[in-house]
């Protein structure tokens, strides 16, 4: 069993175990695969949105997520 320092975490359902093999069972769990299965056609939503801008809306947005993920790099970083 391979424990870990630093939590092996889920972004999506908050789950948090230093056990690699218990993440992997987590991402195999009911709950887990129906938020995932939640979470897919809102992205897609989003990337369709985005698809609408226009060239300088979107040059926009994409200096502003690289902006603030510069800004906020260490909160991104595992």
Avoid: G, Q
Avoid at 1 to 7: D, L, R, V
Wanted: include cysteine.
């Amino acid at each position: 069993m391979e424990i870990n320092p630093e939590p092996y975490k889920c972004e999506i359902c908050n789950y948090v175990t230093f056990v690699k093999k218990n993440l992997l069972w987590h991402n195999s769990c009911e709950s887990h695969l129906s938020k995932v299965r939640h979470i897919k056609p809102t992205a897609m939503s989003i990337f369709n949105e985005i698809k609408r801008l226009s060239n300088e809306e979107r040059d926009k947005l994409l200096k502003y997520i690289n902006d603030y993920y510069f800004i906020n790099k260490s909160a991104f970083e595992m």
